[in-house]
């Protein structure tokens, strides 16, 4: 059972191009998370999606980024116009559906490191 | 605000000492705390925690939840090499609506230095 996958590990954009970032869960999980790491800070989470809707967005900045889980394929992170400060790490996590707290443990993927010039 | 403060944020050791990792939380209505260890790459899951005074085994690392108090600690015995990473402190919290429990508030973490 493969892991939650994320493409690509490492994007270099310039400043105003798009950067796109995928992220396949876990096989069985219906549920993703997104999560961005700046240098020497925590992990900030930013969205949650399952398929076809977004259940919590209120770590997304509210302009240039956008996130869908569609119906087939994998989840994207969409970061528009990217600027110097939106390099950082960005980590997907997957979830199945358990009730209460048992559903509560996500599973992470590698990563995408955003580098913008 | 929802809080998860991790203490000390850096240790360093020597292979073979015991270290104690805490992990302290503000949270409205606590459901579930999770231990994460990451290394270069995926943060991976350690324990998860939801009631007091049951402490997680895995191996050398153990875990207790104190949910009066509001902390969590992470002990790691005989420490080795491989035990250098981050150790990530987390807690679900409940959307506006509260009727989901997606987002995880992490702690800052500590970063275990283990030297031979």
């Known amino acids: 059972n493969a892991g939650v996958m994320q493409n690509p590990r490492h994007l270099v954009r310039r400043r105003g191009q798009e950067a796109r970032l995928r992220c396949s869960p876990m096989?069985?999980?219906?549920?993703v998370y997104w999560y961005r790491q700046l240098p020497e800070e925590g992990l900030k989470f930013m969205v949650y999606l399952q398929k076809e809707n977004i259940i919590d967005e209120s770590g997304m900045p509210k302009e240039r980024f956008s996130a869908e889980f569609p119906k087939e394929g994998p989840s994207i992170l969409r970061i528009q116009q990217v600027v110097r400060g939106d390099s950082a790490a960005y980590f997907c996590?997957?979830?199945?559906?358990?009730?209460?707290?048992?559903?509560?443990?996500?599973?992470f993927g590698a990563g995408t490191r955003l580098s913008v010039l | 605000e929802d809080k998860v403060v991790q203490s000390p944020l850096s240790l360093v050791v020597h292979e073979g000492d015991t270290v104690t990792l805490n992990c302290s939380y503000e949270v409205t209505n606590f459901r579930s705390l999770l231990w994460y260890k990451q290394e270069k790459k995926a943060p991976t899951f350690l324990f998860m925690l939801t009631s007091s005074g049951i402490e997680k085994k895995s191996g050398r690392l153990s875990s207790i939840l104190d949910k009066k108090e509001l902390f969590s600690i992470l002990n790691i015995t005989a420490t080795q090499t491989g035990d250098s990473a981050i150790y990530l402190c987390?807690?679900?919290?409940?959307?506006?609506?509260?009727?989901?429990?997606?987002?995880?508030?992490f702690g800052q973490g500590t970063i275990l230095t283990v030297h031979p």
């Open positions: 996590a997957s979830s199945p559906f358990l009730l209460r707290a048992r559903g509560d443990i996500q599973y």
């Open positions: 096989k069985g999980h219906s549920h």
């Open positions: 987390a807690v679900p919290v409940a959307n506006a609506g509260g009727t989901s429990y997606g987002k995880l508030t």
